[in-house]
């Protein structure tokens, strides 16, 4: 039987230097420090990456987060970034996210959710396609392909795929995001995914 694991506590920490201001998550009071400490790690590297890539004199950033889940020893967190350059048609946004065990500090890749013979790939491909058609999503030609390298996040029911704007859908839509019930992949799922801790009761 799998005992629930109380969240993790996080608090935020914000910077602001001109026109970049920056919030970004930091875990506190853990027991574990070890595990706090690099989780902490891969949220400020994420942060730091995101902002130099777009911090020049004449574009103003702002980074923010959202936690989309944090229970059972699973953290799954949105960093987004907003920024805009001076005399730019329009602002623009970039996220990514992260997902850890709180237990260990593994920073789950999207292969290792799954079972590598379940083919995942194939089988979350036509989920999208089909998802895509059915919602009249405006793509630009072909439904995105997941690949090894798919940006996704969890939520307390779903695996969340998403894409960027401008990757397969007109800036106007925003982001493009595929919410996967956790149904759906329990049979591709490996031993050790975050899935499954959230499933078990």
Do not use: C, W
Request: glycine fraction near 2%; charged fraction near 25%; hydrophobic fraction near 35%.
């Amino acid at each position: 039987m799998f005992d629930p694991i109380k969240p993790v506590k996080v608090i935020t920490i914000t910077s602001e230097k001109g026109p970049t201001k920056v919030m970004y998550p930091k875990l506190v009071g853990m027991k574990d420090k070890k595990v706090e400490g690099q989780i902490n790690k891969d949220i400020r590297r994420l942060v730091d990456s995101l902002k130099e890539e777009v911090e020049e004199p004449d574009t103003s950033v702002h980074i923010s987060y959202t936690i989309k889940v944090n229970r059972n020893g699973v953290l799954s967190l949105i960093i987004l970034l907003d920024f805009y350059k001076e005399h730019a048609a329009h602002p623009m946004q970039v996220q990514k996210a992260l997902t850890f065990s709180t237990l260990t500090g593994q920073n789950f890749s999207f292969p290792e959710l799954f079972n590598p013979n379940s083919y995942y790939k194939t089988r979350l491909t036509r989920y999208v396609s089909n998802y895509i058609k059915a919602e009249k999503i405006p793509v630009f030609d072909q439904p995105p392909k997941v690949n090894d390298k798919q940006e996704y996040y969890l939520t307390e029911q779903m695996l969340v795929l998403f894409y960027q704007i401008y990757e397969y859908t007109p800036y106007a839509y925003g982001f493009l995001e595929i919410p996967v019930p956790f149904d759906v992949v329990m049979q591709m799922l490996s031993r050790n995914s975050p899935i499954r801790q959230l499933t078990s009761r």
